[in-house]
């Protein structure tokens, strides 16, 4: 079977079990275009071009998980040490972090242990049922207004669901002042001017 087949597999696998299409796009990391021609393979329809990434040998683990975490943090630092040498950077020292739904949530949580800040829980609009789909904060978790964020999440694929998060976080009297990715598929520098840290960055050469 090859990747693409397998790849095919999980995706009606999860549609089977009660995924729906975004919840199947943050699992395997890929785009809902993408996700959308694995379930479908309409006629006509080109294979979007996309790459899958399967970090689940580090994401299932713990201790590897909470070592991803603490890199992610310390190049988010190293980086605002780089950008500004004096170190006059509190205006961008997080009081709170934002886990995007699913993947983004553990990240987040680890972060925010060691930072000992504030911890709060985006669900995508792509997750929503409400027509049209939105977004939003977690109520169980903490408010965003008044705090700077960091938005952290695995991967960005499209770029779409960090642009809502940033909107939202601005229309609730919030500042988002990074977002933190482990791999950035768009290879972008800023979304709505917001920084864009990776620790990798995946391109697909043609």
Not at 44 to 53: C, E, R
Not at 169 to 181: D, N
Request: hydrophobic letters at 40%.
């Amino acid at each position: 079977m090859s990747s693409l087949d397998e790849l095919i597999q999980k995706a009606r696998t999860l549609l089977s079990e009660g995924h729906s299409p975004g919840q199947i796009a943050d699992e395997l990391s890929l785009s809902m275009e993408t996700v959308t021609w694995l379930l479908t393979q309409q006629k006509g329809m080109a294979v979007p071009k996309d790459v899958h990434i399967d970090w689940t040998s580090v994401s299932g683990r713990g201790p590897l998980l909470d070592g991803v975490a603490m890199m992610l943090l310390k190049q988010y630092y190293t980086s605002l040490e780089d950008e500004d040498r004096e170190g006059g950077y509190s205006d961008r020292f997080p009081t709170l972090v934002v886990g995007i739904a699913v993947s983004g949530i553990p990240l987040a949580t680890l972060i925010a242990v060691e930072e000992d800040i504030k911890l709060a829980i985006y669900h995508p609009a792509k997750h929503s049922t409400q027509e049209p789909p939105v977004g939003s904060i977690s109520g169980n978790f903490a408010s965003v207004n008044g705090e700077r964020c960091i938005i952290v999440d695995d991967v960005i694929t499209s770029g779409n669901t960090m642009q809502d998060v940033v909107k939202y976080l601005r229309r609730h009297g919030a500042q988002p002042v990074a977002i933190c990715v482990l791999f950035d598929k768009r290879g972008v520098r800023d979304i709505d001017g917001v920084p864009v840290y990776s620790l990798f960055k995946i391109s697909r050469i043609d």
